[in-house]
DNA sequence: TGTCGTATAGTCGGATCCGGCTACTAGGAT
DNA sequence: ATCCTAGTAGCCGGATCCGACTATACGACA
């Protein structure tokens, strides 16, 4: 599978927007915070200059008119091309079905949870779970307030259940591993160097303290 | 909180290998690679390099010998500072502790699942569900062959558990929107564009076919 | 009437990131 | 002898990304 010309997924949400009527980048900012789809999007002013232009060098939108308001800097107003129209329902097929490596900070975390020693290392976990069902409660609160009073379709949102249904399950994997470490059921092994190279205590030997 | 002065978790990685033992960055890279932490750390060699080089510029690591092996590129062995010893372990703790927003491709795709009509949509899932099936199974198959056989100790593969656990809750939401697009139960709107903005045809009334 | 905060609209320089490249060695295959 | 491939080690130009900044308009309010 060839590499995409664009990988950036903000471009896809300009591509999202435009399909709807044409915009200035200034409105397409707003639009995305109003829907709450800047939680799904990086929403950043300079990179959405730069994604714009780059989707028009590519020939996925085009301005369509220059507007000056009074003395207020003058806004470009983009609509997608046809091109831009095909590409974007293409890309969103492409990202549904192959799943891509990611690189999550958090996994890069557990990756060391060792270095932190099990105490230090539960506690830790113990706040983000904290944060987590606080970020849960929040969002299903925005859900019932948008799509649970009918103003807007669930499948608008869905993107925010899918969320709320990955922290979920991260939060239940880190409630798990605090009790697994509390419990001693995940061994914490001393790791120690000699002339051959690395061993570690087994368990049953002492862990540590 | 401030911002860290250096974000990229592969300095993360190149920090735990030099609590280890000092190495050269070629030597980290392919220690990454027989650990299977590239699977957490995105493992390429120019930006190896450069977060090396930025570590040094931080004072968190230093070189300690630049050895020559008959006519092959010198290497430059680094070795962590004491600062770096600390920061390694803040680092991970305040990862842990605090998750922070990372807009992965999917929830940007899922965002406009609509954009697809209800048929394409469910066929797109389909073979993303295929697929994570696949690669749950083939970690589990690393991990039995690693950690099963007593060769690991399980907390030095604890990421590869927890990936295993997120990609699990995927694959769940994906077959079980799967399955509420084909029952109807996921409701498709039609979308249409009047002279006082959007509307959506309700549940019940007609919808996209 | 001055000015303070917020909304509007966009620019720019520097940091970061990465794919593709060079250059050399060792060990078979032809 | 020569070629070919895989492994070792690192470099660099260009693309991307983003924080911080500029500049104007407008309503509130003292």
């Known amino acids: ?13 300009v591509l999202g927007l435009l399909q709807e009527q044409p915009m200035h980048p200034y409105e397409m900012a707003t639009t995305l915070r109003e829907r709450h789809k ?10 959405l200059y730069d994604t714009v232009e780059s989707l028009v060098r590519h020939g996925w939108i085009e301005p369509v008119e220059t507007a000056r308001d009074g003395r207020r800097p ?10 831009g129209q095909d590409e974007f329902v293409r890309w969103i097929d492409e990202l549904l079905r192959t799943p891509v490596a990611e690189y999550p900070k958090f996994m890069a975390a557990v990756s060391y949870l060792g270095a932190l020693g099990p105490e230090r290392a539960a506690e830790a976990l113990l706040e983000r779970a904290g944060h987590l069902a606080r970020r849960i409660e929040e ?19 869905i993107e925010a259940e899918c969320a709320v249904h990955a922290w979920e399950a991260e939060l239940a994997w880190t409630r798990r591993t605090v009790a697994e470490i509390r419990d001693g059921s995940l061994f914490w092994p001393r790791a120690e160097r000699t002339e051959q190279g690395w061993t570690w205590s087994a368990p049953g030997e002492e862990p540590v303290r």
Chains 1, 2 share one sequence.
């Open 1 to 13: 599978m060839a590499k995409r010309k664009i990988s950036n997924t903000l471009a896809l949400a």
């Open 139 to 157: 969002t299903n609160t925005v859900l019932a307030d948008t799509v649970g009073s009918g103003q807007v379709p669930r499948l608008f949102m």
């Open 38 to 47: 800047d939680s799904s999007f990086k929403v950043n002013s300079g990179s």
């Open 74 to 83: 003058e806004r470009t107003v983009y609509a997608p091309t046809g091109l």
